[in-house]
């Protein structure tokens, strides 16, 4: 019986949309994909990610997922579309920066929103864009920031964070946490932007999940804690497995 949730990232970052589920569904089965063997994705092309994304998803059906999860903006932006197409009977259900978040709370702040090369270049970014424009917006490519959470290197981060926000210092108050990784340095962006306020579409798309789930009728009824599978590509021996259920105690 299919009764698991799939939920992929090019690594452990999309354990910030986890922790987000598990606080509404609790009681539903995950198989957490990890493709770490293809970190990372936000400087692919649009083909390549719909392969790469392709074969994750054959692999969590295999699997017995009832829903997948696309916990990384960057494969939300170029494969949901043709995921949704080619596997119609599975629902999707796909992150995107929280752009509207900031349109609908607190429109008139400068805002900053950090995300992956790839998701800012995304069509379907450039419509939400267009769509909640506060004309008060900076847009930044964390080029290579993915990578550095994902490595843990706490020196190379802050050294990170401070070259490459440091024209920020001041100048914005709102930031979209566009990637499912940058959750995880809050703190240390924090740190050099000082005291703003950050937006990250997780919690949101927790809740779609379940209304999802409810409205298909595929919630899992047993009244017990449900199972976390973690599965990481990389043939290399790595910390990938103990860091993610580090960060997934962490909320
Ligand atoms: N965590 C991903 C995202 O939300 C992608 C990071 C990467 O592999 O570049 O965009």
């Known amino acids: 019986m ?8 090019s690594g452990i970052g999309g354990v910030t949309v986890l922790r987000e589920i598990l606080k509404v569904l609790p ?11 293809n970190n990372p994705y936000g400087d ?11 074969k994750i998803v054959q692999k969590l059906i295999e699997n017995e997922c009832k829903a997948i999860v696309i916990a990384c ?24 920066p929280a752009y509207k978040m900031v349109h609908d709370y607190n429109y008139n702040e400068p805002t900053l929103v950090m995300a992956t090369k790839g998701t800012i270049e995304s069509e379907k970014f450039n419509l939400l864009y267009k769509k909640y424009n506060n004309h008060k917006t900076y847009l930044y490519s964390c080029v290579g920031l993915a990578d550095i959470i994902e490595e843990g290197n706490q020196e190379k981060l802050e050294k990170y ?5 440091g024209i920020y210092i001041g100048k914005v108050y709102n930031v979209v946490l566009g990637c499912t990784h940058y959750p995880l340095v809050q703190q240390e962006i924090k740190k050099v932007l000082g005291d ?5 579409g997780a919690s949101r798309l927790a809740i ?15 009244n017990k ?19 993610f259920y580090q960060f997934l105690k962490q909320y």
């Open 27 to 37: 009681n539903e089965n995950y198989i957490y994909y990890s493709d770490s063997i």
């Open 225 to 243: 804690c449900g199972k976390i599978t973690f599965i990481d590509t990389s043939k290399q021996p790595n910390n990938k497995q103990e860091r």
């Open 161 to 165: 964070l401070k070259s490459n926000l």
């Open 73 to 96: 903006n960057t494969a939300s932006a170029k494969a949901v579309k043709f995921l949704r197409n080619k596997y119609t009977n599975i629902p999707f259900i796909a992150i995107e």
């Open 2 to 9: 299919q009764n698991n949730i799939g939920i992929f990232d």
């Open 196 to 200: 703003v306020k950050f937006f990250n």
């Open 44 to 54: 692919k092309s649009d083909e390549e990610i719909i392969k790469i994304c392709d």
């Open 208 to 222: 779609h999940l379940k209304e999802i789930l409810e409205t298909e009728n595929l919630i899992n009824q047993e």
